[in-house]
Nanobody, 115 residues
Framework: QVQLVESGGGLMQPGGSLRLSCAAS????????MNWYRQAPGKQRELVAT???????TYVDSVKGRFTISRDNAKNTVALQMNSLKPEDTAVYYC?????????WGQGTQVTVSS
């Protein structure tokens, strides 16, 4: 069974940094585009960042210049480096793998930005 397991969430003060990681197992990792989504309370799930199989990256406007997505195909991992965190970044962050019409989701990790 395919598994995506996120880690690295937690509580951080505004202006701080966190690094999320997602480890994939039982998956041909290199063929999947990898995504980070987030969902804040009372809001719809939002696509935050994407890294394609060719390592092209895209970001939602609200995180551009602050977040960086990366992948390590040898380790089957994708990371999201989050700098200059803001209270509005508070959400559950989900790892997503997508290949054509197949996709897999992690269970999510909570990120809370508060003083």
């Amino acid at each position: 069974q395919v598994q995506l397991v996120e880690s690295g969430g937690g509580l951080m003060q505004p202006g701080g940094s966190l690094r999320l990681s997602c480890a994939a197992s039982r998956i041909t990792f290199g063929i999947y585009d990898m995504n980070w989504y987030r969902q804040a309370p009372g809001k719809q799930r939002e696509l935050v960042a994407t890294i394609t199989t060719s390592r092209s990256t895209t970001y939602v406007d609200s995180v551009k210049g602050r977040f960086t997505i990366s992948r390590d195909n040898a380790k089957n991992t994708v990371a999201l480096q989050m700098n200059s965190l803001k209270p509005e970044d508070t959400a559950v962050y989900y790892c997503n793998a997508r290949y054509r019409n197949v996709e897999w989701w992690g269970q999510g990790t909570q990120v809370t930005v508060s003083s």
